[in-house]
């Protein structure tokens, strides 16, 4: 009863430096009363949970994490940001109904995105006070060390250490009391008392600044790394020109309603997803869908939120909430991929758990045993164990992953490919075979004039009038080809009218007061609308799958014209790049195999033909048992198979399909964005199997040494926090991976 009258609720969470900070919250909220299914994402610093009415207070959540050391404020409001450097959310835009609207000095250029927030410069945050504090502690120290006596300079190490110690220790307290005893300020906390009961009080003072200066280090590392996530929010302008009653005036984008009119000048970023209703501009949509050239988009054509429109004013009808623009799902997308956890991240999450009590009991273990059992020196091996316990700290491990999934995302959306979580990343990575729908995949969707065989004594341009006169104001797939070619070739269409259509046959209409005819071969050969010689050239054309009409007036022979959906532009290099990945390919169509074999073989793959959605599905099952399958479809007809197989990738740019049915998407509308989606899972595995190596490898070989007594303290410290930046800015370089060069 409880689940069911659960809230969801949201806040943002500000100082995560590292997946072990995301687990301190998850574990310290989720313990108390009426709280479940606590998510916290480490980039996006998103904390939200189930919450029961009358259970435990909003506030008191606040303020569980405030005392873990980290600044949370509801969803849409602006943490503070105390202990991380990353990039701060924009204040809110002025409301219109406040009249900062129609101030121009309060409302930003219309066409520029507002900037984000700079970063805090480092020395400005509670931990570079921090560093900056314990630095200037121990160089006193040091001084007064030199200049008076070794006794006064250890006291002064130990004051030292004891101010720089205590914000640590008081996070370490009080994630204690929360029932987290193993974490990396409570074995901080643990190893800087220990070094003073046993004298090494100036080691522990320099530890102690050598953990604050890895704290600064890895908030600017795990900034970077949200910075290529936050900055998708960046690119829908913070204000639009709205249009009423043919004045303009500004008013903040994220007040615009669907049915308003906002115009869009030359430069400007258009505010909102909507639908040109005047106007014929060159559009950039790389902000959206990564492809570099802009395209004409014209009265009728959607166009996306963060666009920009490169030369001539647009009017724009807006038909999306702001809340629910292109740019808002893809966000969307990201966080809620974040939460999709990689099955290489869930085995380290519960290895960790294992492993921080371990070394803890190892520690010990390196304490205790060398005195107690051969009669060494107590002071050598308590040191020895005090090392060892900051050497095993497992942030850098936690966070390799992670770390990697979050560049990988970031890198992806940036060039239109979307991917929903590491889960999805690990499976991609791991395909063997990809399955192709043929209509609107691996073809434009739209069919499109290939072939004009005019009869003799017509030309191509008397042909295509014809045609196109009798096919006016049809909306037939195949009219609107003929019409198309012929606005291309500029060729004047005539007058026409009485058009209709006859079953099975064709069309027929008055063009230029006569009659004439767009049918099928067949029809037009029994009506004497086809010269006897074109019979064979026809059906070689369908044997090719095209579909061919005949165009003709009464007793007279005009031509034949052949349209096919023809294969997109780079099918064929995107099927040789998977070859070459060693992928092999299929295409899965409902058309007729003469068509499917057509289409297949000029791109070099394997088909299955007149296939219902239920036989794709089968299909794909079958493929399923052949090795890791990959479904590349529209997201509508072939949800199932999209479903059944180990990922589906929906192709569209920016549509609700493209972005909610399947696994992953492909904004561009690019086949050889396939590949390079694979390419990208591929370089993002690597990278994370360099991370795990990184972060074992050092600890393994600082375990060894330590016990040793060749590495001590100083060392350890620098040791884990090292690792952790190695790491993290390792992830890093997956922000700069080009999936579509090839190796």
Known sequence: ??????????????????????????????????????????????????????????????????????????????????????????????????????????????????????????????????????????????????????????????????????????RAFEALRMGQPFTIEGLMTIAAGGALLIGAAEEAALVVFLFAVGEVLEGVAAGKARQGIRALADIVPKTALLEVAGQTRAIPADSLQIGQNVLVRPGDRIPADGEIIDGTSGVDESPVTGESMPATRTVGDPVFAGSINTEAVLRVRVTREPSDNTIARIIRLVEEAEEARAPTERFIDR????????????????????????????????????????????CALVISVPASIASALSAGSKRGLLMKGGAVIEAAAKVRHVAFDKTGTLTRGAPVVTDLLPAPGVNEAELLAVAAGVEAGSSHPLALAILRRAEAAAVQVPAARDARALAGRGVEAVVDGALAWVASPLHAAEDGGIIEAALPRAAALENEGKTVVAVYRKRRPLGLIALRDE??????????????????????????????????????????????????????????????????????????????????????????????????????????????????????????????????????????????????????????????VLVTLNALRLLAFNPAREA
């Open 351 to 394: 290895f960790s758990r294992i492993y921080m009590p371990a070394i803890v009991a190892l520690s010990a273990l390196v304490i205790v045993v060398p005195p107690l059992a051969f009669g060494h020196d107590w002071t050598t091996w308590i040191y020895r164990g005090l090392a060892l316990l900051l050497i095993g700290c497992p």
């Open 567 to 724: 294969p997109r532009g780079d099918a064929a290099e995107a099927i040789r790049q998977l070859d070459a990945l060693g992928i092999s390919a299929t295409m899965l169509t409902g058309d007729n195999a003469r068509t499917a074999a057509a289409i297949a073989g000029g791109l070099g793959l394997g088909f299955r033909a007149g296939m219902m959605p239920e036989d794709k599905l089968v299909a794909i099952r079958e493929l399923n048992g052949k090795g890791s399958v990959m479904m590349i479809g529209d997201g509508i007809n072939d949800a199932p198979a999209l479903k059944e197989a180990h990922i589906g990738i929906a192709m569209g740019s920016g549509t609700d399909v493209a972005l909610e049915t399947a696994d992953g998407a492909i904004l561009r509308d690019r086949v050889s964005d396939v590949p390079a989606l694979i390419r990208l899972a591929r370089a993002t595995m690597r990278n994370i199997t360099q991370n795990v190596a990184l972060a074992l490898g050092l600890k393994a070989v600082f375990l060894v040494t330590t016990i040793l007594g060749i590495t001590g303290l100083w060392i350890a410290i620098l040791a884990d926090t090292g690792a952790t």
């Open 1 to 170: 009863m409880a689940a069911e009258t659960a809230e969801r609720r949201e806040w943002t969470v500000t100082g995560m430096d590292c997946a072990a900070c995301t687990t301190k919250v998850v574990r310290a909220v989720e313990r108390l009363p009426g709280v479940s299914n606590v998510k916290v994402a480490l980039m996006t610093e998103r904390l939200s949970l189930n919450l029961v009415p009358g259970s435990t207070e909003p506030e008191a959540i606040e303020g569980t994490v405030r005392k873990l050391g980290f600044g949370i404020a509801p969803k849409g409001q602006q943490a503070p940001r105390k202990k991380a450097f990353v990039l701060p959310d924009a204040g809110p835009a002025p409301r219109a109904e406040d009249g900062a609207a129609d101030d121009p000095d309060l409302v930003a250029p219309v066409h520029d995105a507002a900037p984000a927030l700079q970063d805090k410069v480092w020395h400005q945050t509670a931990k570079g006070r921090l560093v900056i504090l314990t630095g200037a502690l121990l160089a006193i120290a040091w001084l007064i060390e030199l200049m008076t006596s070794a006794e006064a300079g250890y006291w002064a190490f130990v004051a030292a250490c004891l101010i720089g110690v205590a914000p640590v220790a008081r």
